[in-house]
């Protein structure tokens, strides 16, 4: 899931890089509007793909509360 958001990250860089010259917000109209509701949307997405890598829990850990969530549930019946 790591490489998907870093992935989509980069993307969205790249699709920032190509669209901000070539959008103009100062012409007024529909044209400003959509410029600027495009890049509304390409920085959330950016915004939403960092929080995605910097929150997700690490492999290790998620393993180990795997293991111990396993341990729980196991149920030993002695006679």
Do not use: D
């Amino acid at each position: 899931m790591r490489q998907r958001l870093l992935l989509c990250f980069l993307l969205g860089g790249v699709m920032l890089y190509y669209a901000v010259p070539r959008l103009s917000l100062t012409t007024g109209g529909k044209e400003s509007l959509f410029a600027a509701m495009w890049l509304l949307l390409a920085l959330f997405v950016m915004g939403g793909n960092l929080a995605g890598m910097l929150y997700q829990p690490k492999k290790q850990k998620a393993q180990k509360v795997k293991a111990k969530a396993y341990k729980r549930k196991r149920i030993h019946y002695y006679q």
